[in-house]
């Protein structure tokens, strides 16, 4: 990564913040000497119609009888956009996994990969997993690793629905993800 020089005191204790070029979804940290990359973007989830990104891979036998449709095995390339208007500057792809395994709530275990296909980091993936209860306002999911510039990469992803078309069958999700690596 190509970065201007910043030295850092013991006694700071806010993050300084610095703008990576002239991207717009995304901003480095500095903390005690380490690196925090705070990207930012939406994610176009479209589950019908000729133009879909999300498919049905797998089902158990009890996921038509049951309410939070249990058992059900999704797979997904969604288009990353630096705004929430799917014709905004696409700046990457989340794809991956969700799993419906919760009989009570509706929540599904995520395995997701963001690959980044423009800006500083092309090229470069972060890998988020968790549990994903899609009626919280607000969602957390663990950064769990990556390649390229995120290589052995840690942190966490804060998510939410930022609009959803029942009509269309479509969301839009708006992801912070804060990511350190060595």
Known sequence: MNMNPIIITP??????LVTAGKTKWLKTLFRRNKATTKLHFYVHDLRAGPNATLFTAATASIT???PTAFGRINVFDDKVTVGPDIGSEEM????????????????SSMNLNFF???GEFKGSTVVVVGRNQFADAER?????????AFRNARGYAITSTYSSDLVENSSVIEYTIYVSSD
């Open 11 to 16: 006694l700071l204790t806010l993050a300084c």
């Open 64 to 66: 038509a009888t049951s």
């Open 92 to 107: 990457g792809r989340a794809q991956g996994t969700t799993t419906s395994m919760d009989l009570n709530v509706l929540a």
């Open 116 to 118: 980044l296909t423009s």
């Open 140 to 148: 957390e999911l663990a950064v769990v690793g990556g390649t390229g």
